[in-house]
Nanobody, 115 residues
Framework: QVQLVESGGGLVQAGGSLRLSCAASGSIFSFNGVGWYRQAPGNEREYVATIWRSGFTSYADSVKGRFTISRDNAKNTVFLQMNSLKPEDTAVYYC?????????WGKGTLVTVSS
C-alpha cells in the first residue's frame, strides 16, 4: 500500500510563491514517476507536472516556466515550486504515483491565489 501526503498549500497573493511537498511512504524510486495534478472548484482534475525516475521532468503548458518539480531522494519527497502564481492556479493540488498498475493519490493540499 502506497501512501502519499501533500503539504505546503495556503493563501498567497498573485505573483507570489509556494512550495508544495509530496511525501511518499516508500522509496520514490519504486515508481516510474511522481506526478502533480490539480482540481479547481467545478473543474475536472488536470495534469500539472511529472518527475520521472530518470530525473526527466515534464509540465503542462499552463505552468511551464513558472513551476518546477524536483525531488529529495533521501526523504522520499517530491516538491513543486510554484512561482508567479495567478488566481487561476487556485485549486487543490494532488500528487499521484502508479505502482503495479494501480494509481495512488494523496488527499491534496489547497492553494488559493488572491488577486
Amino acid at each position: 500500500q502506497v501512501q502519499l501526503v501533500e503539504s505546503g498549500g495556503g493563501l498567497v497573493q498573485a505573483g507570489g510563491s509556494l512550495r508544495l511537498s509530496c511525501a511518499a511512504s516508500g522509496s520514490i524510486f519504486s515508481f516510474n514517476g511522481v506526478g502533480w495534478y490539480r482540481q479547481a472548484p467545478g473543474n475536472e482534475r488536470e495534469y500539472v507536472a511529472t518527475i520521472w525516475r530518470s530525473g526527466f521532468t515534464s509540465y503542462a503548458d499552463s505552468v511551464k516556466g513558472r513551476f518546477t518539480i524536483s525531488r529529495d531522494n533521501a526523504k522520499n519527497t517530491v516538491f513543486l515550486q510554484m512561482n508567479s502564481l495567478k488566481p487561476e492556479d487556485t485549486a487543490v493540488y494532488y500528487c499521484k504515483v502508479s505502482h503495479y498498475g494501480v494509481d495512488y493519490w494523496g488527499k491534496g493540499t489547497l492553494v488559493t491565489v488572491s488577486s
